[in-house]
Nanobody, 127 residues
């Protein structure tokens, strides 16, 4: 079973940037598409972005489009989430997840599509 480990979270002022990383422990995630989700206190988990195995296709939630960028380095078995122009409403625990499926954005927004999840990393944006 692949385990995912996120890193890079922290406290940042509004307008600042952070880069999250996600890597598997124990094995590579060859052939997996990857997604990032987030969950703020008292709110449901929400989709942030997803990237196909090759990196050639990406999806973004409207709330982060133009500010966040997902990328991956398959040689390093690592997926990144570059977050710029952060807002207080971006405050949440961010989770990466892996799936062997790839489809429409509607499909990839569904958390049930993802087989493996990380433990999450806290991102806090102060105003």
């Amino acid at each position: 079973q692949v385990q995912l480990v996120e890193s890079g979270g922290g406290l940042v002022q509004a307008g600042g940037s952070l880069r999250l990383s996600c890597a598997p422990s124990g094995r590579t995630f060859s052939g997996y598409a990857m997604g990032w989700f987030r969950q703020a206190p008292g709110k449901d988990r929400e989709f942030v972005t997803a990237i196909s195995w090759t990196g050639g296709s990406t999806y973004y939630a409207d709330s982060v489009k133009g500010r966040f960028t997902i990328s991956r380095d398959n040689a390093k078995s690592t997926v990144y989430l570059q977050m710029n122009s952060l807002k207080p409403e971006d405050t949440a625990v961010y989770y990466c997840a892996a799936t062997t499926r790839w489809g429409s954005i509607t499909t990839m927004m569904g958390g049930n599509e993802y087989r493996v999840w990380g433990q999450g990393t806290q991102v806090t944006v102060s105003s």
